[in-house]
């Protein structure tokens, strides 16, 4: 397994108390009593607030905010949490893994939310939005923006790493993974279809831990060369395997997320991570 640094990741999937889901803010259900919470959270820079990690410890509860940033939790009956009823305070999560780690206290009595005056209303909603202060911003281009299976083309990434943060962002992003070139994961959009291929650096040759500041951007520049490398036709996210170094994120949180998120292929997009990307799109060849 693939490790580095202080970037510890888990392959062990840890069993809930019970499900989880995201929902929009404001359904209620009176036979719950206190056992609910629910809020929104936004992102900096206008960014889509879908897909924020939202993880309440001591319950092991994980949930994704849905496209409007809402998310919900209901906690299990007190007869089915330990000791008949859990009771302590516990630390609410919201990861976004290139933005500001963020967390709230919650306190629960016997297997209910206390629901905090000022925090929380009545209802178990959170009074404000929680907003993440963005630590980098990744965006990736294709160059060409598409091609068809048959071209012969070199196909370029150019990656830009940015920082408008005061204090220097680490990144890290290994060059060499278990043989794998400057790795860049091709997933499919129309369909679950992840590829991974490695690639050429080309121009400025970093190590595998970068210092991002805000003096300017960091370009890094990937080549595939012979053309699409048998990719089916449709349209791909382009992901460069990196970690940001700066959020010391709980252990238990990253279980929840899943197995294999250190490891290239479909286990790393368990990853939350904002992107600003341009789909590559791979098309059939003309009918002769």
Not at 49 to 65: H, K, M, N, S, Y
Not at 245 to 259: D, K
Request: charged residues 15%; hydrophobic residues 40%.
């Amino acid at each position: 397994m693939f490790k580095s640094h202080n970037v510890i990741f888990f392959a062990t999937i840890i069993l809930l108390l019970s499900g989880c889901q995201s929902s929009s803010v404001g359904n209620s259900d009176l036979a719950l009593g206190q056992r609910q919470i629910a809020g929104r959270v936004s992102l900096g820079s206008n960014l889509s607030p879908e897909g924020v990690f939202v993880w309440l410890e001591g319950f092991d509860f994980g949930a994704r905010t849905d496209v409007n940033g809402d998310f919900q939790f209901t906690l299990p009956p007190a007869t089915l949490q330990p000791g008949g009823g859990v009771s302590g305070a516990f630390q609410l999560y919201f990861y976004m893994a290139n933005f500001r780690l963020d967390a709230l206290t919650v306190t629960v009595n016997q297997g209910e939310f206390i629901y905090t005056p000022g925090v929380f209303t009545d209802s178990g909603e959170l009074t404000q939005t929680r907003f993440l202060s963005p630590l980098l911003d990744i965006e990736v281009r294709p160059i060409p923006e598409s091609a068809q299976q048959t071209d012969a083309v070199i196909l370029t990434t150019r990656i830009f790493l940015r920082t408008t943060f005061s204090d220097t962002v680490f990144v890290f992003m290994p060059q060499n993974v278990n043989g794998v070139l400057n790795p860049l994961i091709y997933s499919r959009q129309d369909v679950q279809q992840v590829r991974v291929f490695g690639s050429t650096n080309a121009g400025f040759t970093p190590g595998d831990t970068l210092a991002i500041t805000n003096d300017g951007p960091v370009e890094l520049i990937r080549l595939l060369t012979g053309g699409p490398p048998d990719l089916e036709v449709g349209r791909y996210e382009i992901v460069p395997f990196l970690f940001v170094l700066n959020n010391i994120v709980p252990e238990g949180l990253l279980r929840s997320l899943g197995s294999n998120l250190d490891q290239l292929g479909a286990g790393y997009l368990q990853l939350p991570f904002r992107r600003r990307t341009t789909i590559f799109e791979i098309s059939s060849p003309p009918s002769p």
